[in-house]
């Protein structure tokens, strides 16, 4: 079953409603893909009348100018999303130290109050189609602070007996997995060979092939799984309405 994330999407939005706040959102160079990215959530925001901020900058800015920028748009804005990667040159970790807990929408911060979105995404794809996770075996491809990491922190929560692989790991941990969650970025890694029938795929990995993007799954994949995330227009739409379902949370809370 191809799992449609619009629908999912759209639920959220409904239950949301109209929200007279504002999100700051801070870019480094223009690569195609972020790209994408951002314009999904500008989307995103005007129907829900959240105004959007975005702040460019190129990729030679240095490590203080990234960081000023970042305190710039967390003081203006009701939440704040620093797209990843960051240049090679960038200490990460110091540029997300910068973003103030109560504005945090990815949940990346050194005390984040907000579960990521593309973990969030996955916990309400599961719980949508009513997955057993309790017991099962889960396979993340991936460990990145964005979709691998939280997605298996997620599933463990649940109950899953989870094992994480590198990109570039062999693949044979996917034969027997019950539940998959791909976030590798390495378009089709993954074939139909690699899974059994009836497998949950929940494809978060994207990459740009031939000026389009695509997962981590081959297509092919969905005649063998029970649901399967398309790239795009699987977990993507829902990651997005999460970041708003998380700004709303926080500018309640604060």
């Given at each position: 079953?191809?799992?449609?994330?619009?629908l999912?999407?759209e639920?959220?939005y409904?239950?949301l409603g109209?929200?007279?706040?504002?999100?700051?959102?801070l870019?480094?160079?223009?690569d195609p893909v972020t790209?994408s990215f951002v314009r999904a959530?500008e989307?995103?925001?005007?129907?829900?009348?959240?105004?959007v901020?975005r702040?460019?900058?190129?990729?030679?800015?240095t490590?203080?100018?990234i960081e000023?920028?970042v305190?710039s748009?967390a003081a203006?804005?009701?939440g704040?999303?620093?797209?990843?990667?960051?240049p090679?040159h960038?200490?990460?970790?110091?540029v997300?130290?910068?973003?103030?807990?109560?504005?945090?929408?990815d949940?990346?911060?050194?005390?984040?109050r907000v579960r990521p979105?593309?973990?969030?995404a996955?916990?309400e794809?599961?719980n949508?189609?009513?997955v057993q996770?309790?017991?099962?075996?889960a396979?993340?491809?991936?460990?990145g602070?964005l979709?691998?990491k939280?997605?298996?922190?997620?599933?463990r929560d649940?109950?899953?007996?989870?094992t994480v692989l590198?990109?570039?790991d062999?693949?044979d941990?996917?034969k027997?997995?019950?539940?998959?969650?791909?976030?590798a970025g390495?378009?089709?890694m993954v074939?139909?060979?690699?899974?059994k029938?009836g497998?949950?795929?929940i494809?978060?990995?994207?990459?740009?092939s031939s000026?389009?993007v695509v997962?981590?799954?081959d297509p092919?994949?969905?005649?063998?799984?029970?649901?399967?995330?398309?790239?795009p227009g699987?977990?993507g739409p829902i990651?997005?309405?999460?970041?708003?379902?998380?700004l709303?949370?926080l500018?309640?809370?604060?």
């Amino acid at each position: 079953m191809i799992l449609d994330g619009k629908l999912i999407a759209e639920r959220i939005y409904t239950s949301l409603g109209h929200q007279p706040l504002s999100l700051g959102i801070l870019m480094i160079g223009a690569d195609p893909v972020t790209s994408s990215f951002v314009r999904a959530k500008e989307r995103a925001a005007a129907r829900l009348g959240v105004i959007v901020e975005r702040d460019t900058l190129s990729e030679s800015a240095t490590q203080s100018e990234i960081e000023d920028a970042v305190g710039s748009l967390a003081a203006r804005t009701h939440g704040l999303i620093v797209q990843l990667p960051l240049p090679e040159h960038i200490d990460t970790e110091r540029v997300l130290a910068c973003i103030p807990p109560e504005k945090d929408v990815d949940g990346i911060s050194a005390t984040p109050r907000v579960r990521p979105p593309v973990a969030a995404a996955a916990e309400e794809i599961l719980n949508a189609e009513s997955v057993q996770v309790f017991d099962a075996r889960a396979v993340v491809v991936g460990a990145g602070r964005l979709v691998g990491k939280p997605c298996a922190d997620v599933l463990r929560d649940m109950g899953a007996h989870v094992t994480v692989l590198q990109k570039g790991d062999v693949l044979d941990a996917l034969k027997d997995a019950d539940i998959i969650v791909l976030g590798a970025g390495e378009s089709g890694m993954v074939k139909p060979e690699h899974i059994k029938h009836g497998v949950v795929i929940i494809d978060a990995g994207t990459s740009e092939s031939s000026g389009k993007v695509v997962g981590d799954a081959d297509p092919a994949c969905a005649e063998k799984a029970s649901v399967f995330t398309p790239v795009p227009g699987g977990v993507g739409p829902i990651a997005v309405a999460m970041i708003f379902k998380n700004l709303v949370a926080l500018s309640r809370a604060s």
